[in-house]
């Protein structure tokens, strides 16, 4: 017999809207890391799986995947009138810009400063430099394909 916290899990793992956009994320990361088997991009197992469990960055862009196929399953199935579909599109429209936007100049920004670092730390101008975390974020075509492809998922959800 399940506890009422138990049962609600349940409820929510089993949702049409969750398993979709679980979907969609793993289909983007699956694509993501095959893209990058084909192109020699993966150097060990381990770098394998973080491909296909972790890493950010790369076409598709799983971000736009999962909040496009979160948008497209609740418009569905609530109505595009509706104040959930606005937040999730609201949600959608945050994540977007901050993936195109912040994160990929984040990462643009750590990359420069990493080879600022390394060259003052070769000529010993800077002996405690730290390498900083280069955050992958997305060209706009990474987003707009992983927006195709939740949009498409979550419609696929929907209908069949």
């Not at 909040?67 to 959930?84: E, F, K, N």
Request: with cysteine; aromatic share 12%; net charge positive.
């Amino acid at each position: 017999m399940l506890s009422n916290a138990g049962l609600q899990l349940q409820i929510l793992l089993g949702s049409p809207i969750v398993l979709a956009c679980v979907f969609s994320w793993l289909c983007a990361q699956f694509i993501k890391t095959v893209i990058k088997l084909f192109s020699g991009n993966v150097h060990s197992i381990k770098e394998l799986f973080e491909l296909l469990f972790w890493r950010t960055g790369s076409m598709p862009s799983s971000h736009s995947a999962i909040t496009a196929c979160l948008c497209t399953t609740i418009g569905y199935r609530c109505g595009v009138d509706s104040d959930v579909f606005v937040l999730a599109y609201v949600f959608f429209l945050v994540t977007i810009r901050d993936a195109v936007g912040v994160r990929r100049a984040n990462g643009m920004q750590a990359r420069r400063l990493n080879e600022i670092g390394a060259v003052l730390k070769e000529k010993g101008l800077y002996d405690d430099f730290k390498k900083l975390k280069e955050v992958n974020g997305h060209s706009p075509m990474e987003a707009f394909v992983g927006s195709l492809l939740g949009f498409f998922i979550g419609i696929a959800f929907c209908v069949l």
